[in-house]
């Protein structure tokens, strides 16, 4: 049976992971792949697997957005207290 073979931008795309961190993953063993030439290949059944096993494609979270979410947690303020405040300032 034939496999069809993905280059590490498309995986990496599909994966939702960087083209970097997948050739590492790649290197380390923890992804199976096919070096040909100076290209690192994957196969479609190991993206395949990859996604079965929880890899999934990561929703993007801008840096800011992260950041904030991270200073209202070390403060201790809800999101749904910050929106009921937020609420009551606009009436």
């Known amino acids: 049976m034939t496999q069809l073979l993905l280059p590490v931008k498309e995986a990496a795309r599909q994966l939702g992971i960087s083209v970097w961190t997948l050739r590492k993953k790649a290197y380390r063993g923890e992804i199976a792949s096919v ?3 100076v290209k690192l290949l994957i ?3 190991e993206i395949e ?3 079965r096993n929880g890899m999934r494609p990561r929703r ?3 840096r800011r957005t992260a950041r904030i ?3 209202q947690e070390r ?3 809800k999101t ?3 929106n009921n405040k937020r609420k009551t300032e606009e009436q």
């Open 49 to 51: 697997r990859l996604i």
């Open 75 to 77: 403060l201790g303020v």
């Open 69 to 71: 979410a991270g200073i």
């Open 43 to 45: 196969s479609e059944r």
């Open 35 to 37: 070096k040909i030439g």
């Open 60 to 62: 993007h979270v801008h």
């Open 80 to 82: 749904s207290e910050r």
